[in-house]
């Protein structure tokens, strides 16, 4: 058997050193957490690590920071950088994606103008305008290393890490590329959900089923005890309904600093969702109560279910520089151990065949890289057979393997597929540049709807159109 591209052989034995590549990694903090991931890993210490950056300056930065830890660790590991992104694919094994196309400038866009229509996004990088509009600079870029994959790297994995997650990934799953997506939202909720209710988190098992940033734990276990009906009492108790949307409680109570940060604390949106479908979710309230049509509908709703404002663009704004070096700085002074983000740990598995079940972003007709034409057990059949979902997967050297967990309740599919609904006339709009696509993607969004008329929704995607044209080519000469 030939080795696999990108494999040195001795003899004959493949020696264990995979290229992953990481495109995209002038980010300040996410790649080099990544890569210090990946070295925590005795077994994947001599691996080549390609860096993969448009822009120089923080291509050059993320270099030295790589280095600085493959050399106070005193590792076997390579490191190379490159601008060339067909260098960086060439012979790679894993090809890591971590990029934000147009940046923050492009974000601002996102964001300001479905303000001035009355519309307010939190983070505006998973659904509604923004999440449409990321989606649509993103998948061509996605297709295009898709193709070139498929040259110098046909048997590589792509682990997908950029917003939309299921819209770039559904967008991939169409190339036949093989593809998984990581997000910590199941790891960070299901943390918080067992510390809620007390109990160790090693000691605990959970199933969570459904979309990206909206997927539900439907099995949640302390031991061989089902704690699901505690959590339901225990964070409906907490965060009850708030007197602006009918409730009789003052908001704002619950658990501030408990166990989640003081920005993020209050849970209202979730544990309201949780009310109506008998199932928790995996994404913040703020970032949750973008994807529904009930929370953002007024001022009064808002400050009822969220009384902390929280906009991720100024975040973002104000992390870049002296903050975010900082933290990197410390990451780099601390010890080299992995974190809990999925993508380390699914390339240990692969390597060694050590097994683990990780919570991927996989299409929902089949495996990654298999065609969707092939008849397959469906992993959640009341979802539709082509979009992308997140549920368990089996990691071993047979590769990700999804698991056919069955129907999800029905109220919970019911809420991910009004999701899934824009999700597929978006990705339709960037494959093939389709405006009234793009159109409709937006004004089938369930908060949008919510807010504003077919003719202003209309008229705020042109305006979004005109303003990220430079980032759209796929729509230039298309009336």
């Given at each position: 058997?030939?080795?696999r591209?990108?494999?040195?052989?001795?003899?004959?034995t493949?020696?264990?050193?995979?290229?992953i590549?990481?495109?995209?990694?002038?980010?300040?903090?996410?790649?080099?957490?990544?890569?210090?991931?990946?070295?925590?890993f005795?077994e994947?210490?001599?691996?080549?690590?390609?860096?993969?950056?448009?822009?120089e300056?923080?291509?050059?930065?993320?270099?030295?920071?790589?280095?600085?830890?493959?050399?106070?660790?005193?590792?076997?590991?390579?490191?190379?950088?490159?601008?060339?992104?067909?260098?960086?694919?060439?012979?790679?094994?894993?090809?890591?994606?971590?990029?934000?196309?147009?940046?923050?400038?492009?974000y601002?866009?996102?964001?300001e103008?479905?303000?001035?229509?009355g519309?307010?996004?939190?983070?505006?990088?998973?659904?509604?305008?923004?999440?449409?509009?990321?989606?649509?600079?993103?998948?061509?870029?996605?297709?295009?290393?898709?193709?070139?994959?498929?040259?110098?790297?046909?048997?590589?994995?792509?682990?997908?890490?950029?917003?939309?997650?299921?819209?770039?990934?559904?967008?991939?799953?169409?190339?036949?590329?093989?593809?998984?997506?990581?997000?910590?939202s199941?790891q960070?909720?299901?943390?918080?959900?067992?510390?809620?209710?007390?109990?160790?988190?090693?000691?605990?098992?959970?199933?969570?089923?459904?979309?990206?940033?909206?997927?539900?734990?439907?099995?949640?276990?302390?031991?061989?005890?089902?704690?699901?009906?505690?959590?339901?009492?225990?964070?409906?108790?907490?965060?009850?309904?708030?007197?602006?949307?009918?409730?009789?409680?003052?908001?704002?109570?619950?658990?501030?600093?408990?166990?989640?940060?003081?920005?993020?604390?209050?849970?209202?949106?979730?544990?309201?969702?949780?009310?109506?479908?008998?199932?928790?979710?995996?994404?913040?309230?703020?970032?949750g109560?973008?994807?529904?049509?009930?929370?953002?509908?007024?001022?009064?709703?808002?400050?009822?279910?969220?009384?902390?404002?929280?906009?991720?663009?100024?975040?973002?704004?104000?992390?870049?520089?002296?903050?975010?070096?900082?933290?990197?700085?410390?990451?780099?002074?601390?010890?080299?151990?992995?974190?809990?983000?999925?993508?380390?740990?699914?390339?240990?598995?692969?390597?060694?065949?050590?097994?683990?079940?990780?919570?991927?972003?996989?299409?929902?007709?089949?495996?990654?890289?298999?065609?969707?034409?092939?008849?397959?057990?469906?992993?959640?059949?009341?979802?539709?057979?082509?979009?992308?979902?997140?549920?368990?997967?089996?990691?071993?050297?047979g590769?990700?393997?999804?698991?056919?967990?069955?129907?999800?309740?029905?109220?919970?599919?019911?809420?991910?597929?009004?999701?899934?609904?824009?999700?597929?006339?978006?990705?339709?709009?960037?494959?093939?540049?389709?405006?009234?696509?793009?159109?409709?993607?937006?004004?089938?969004?369930?908060?949008?709807?919510?807010l504003?008329?077919?003719?202003?929704?209309?008229?705020?995607?042109?305006?979004m159109l005109?303003?990220?044209?430079?980032?759209?080519?796929?729509?230039?000469?298309?009336?």
């Amino acid at each position: 058997m030939m080795p696999r591209p990108g494999r040195a052989q001795e003899g004959n034995t493949v020696k264990n050193t995979p290229k992953i590549a990481i495109i995209g990694s002038g980010g300040y903090v996410f790649p080099v957490r990544l890569v210090m991931d990946v070295l925590s890993f005795p077994e994947l210490q001599e691996c080549e690590i390609a860096l993969m950056d448009i822009n120089e300056g923080r291509l050059r930065r993320s270099e030295r920071d790589v280095r600085s830890v493959v050399e106070r660790n005193r590792l076997p590991a390579k490191v190379t950088a490159t601008r060339n992104r067909r260098s960086a694919l060439d012979g790679a094994d894993y090809v890591i994606i971590a990029f934000q196309i147009g940046g923050l400038e492009a974000y601002r866009h996102d964001v300001e103008i479905p303000r001035r229509y009355g519309l307010d996004q939190t983070v505006g990088d998973t659904l509604g305008p923004g999440g449409v509009f990321r989606a649509m600079r993103t998948i061509p870029v996605l297709v295009d290393i898709a193709g070139e994959m498929k040259k110098l790297c046909p048997n590589a994995l792509m682990i997908q890490y950029a917003n939309p997650m299921s819209m770039n990934c559904w967008a991939v799953n169409t190339t036949r590329v093989k593809c998984v997506g990581f997000c910590h939202s199941v790891q960070g909720t299901s943390w918080l959900l067992a510390k809620a209710v007390g109990v160790p988190y090693e000691e605990c098992t959970y199933k969570s089923v459904g979309i990206n940033h909206q997927a539900w734990f439907v099995e949640f276990r302390h031991g061989d005890r089902d704690i699901l009906p505690e959590i339901r009492q225990v964070m409906g108790a907490r965060y009850p309904t708030p007197r602006a949307a009918g409730g009789k409680a003052k908001t704002g109570t619950g658990c501030k600093g408990e166990y989640i940060d003081d920005i993020y604390w209050p849970e209202h949106v979730r544990t309201e969702i949780m009310r109506m479908t008998g199932y928790f979710h995996t994404e913040s309230s703020h970032h949750g109560s973008e994807y529904t049509p009930w929370f953002r509908k007024s001022r009064a709703l808002i400050k009822g279910y969220m009384p902390v404002r929280w906009d991720y663009y100024q975040i973002c704004r104000g992390y870049e520089g002296r903050k975010a070096r900082k933290e990197t700085e410390n990451l780099l002074a601390g010890p080299l151990k992995c974190s809990a983000e999925y993508g380390a740990p699914l390339i240990h598995s692969l390597e060694t065949g050590t097994p683990r079940v990780v919570h991927g972003n996989v299409p929902n007709w089949g495996p990654p890289g298999t065609s969707p034409t092939v008849p397959a057990s469906l992993a959640i059949p009341n979802l539709p057979a082509n979009c992308c979902v997140e549920v368990p997967c089996l990691v071993n050297k047979g590769g990700v393997q999804p698991t056919a967990t069955g129907p999800l309740p029905t109220a919970c599919a019911a809420v991910n597929r009004s999701m899934i609904n824009v999700q597929e006339l978006a990705v339709e709009a960037a494959l093939t540049g389709n405006r009234e696509k793009a159109v409709q993607a937006v004004s089938v969004d369930p908060l949008t709807g919510a807010l504003m008329t077919l003719p202003r929704i209309r008229r705020m995607v042109e305006e979004m159109l005109r303003a990220e044209a430079k980032w759209l080519p796929q729509f230039r000469g298309k009336s």
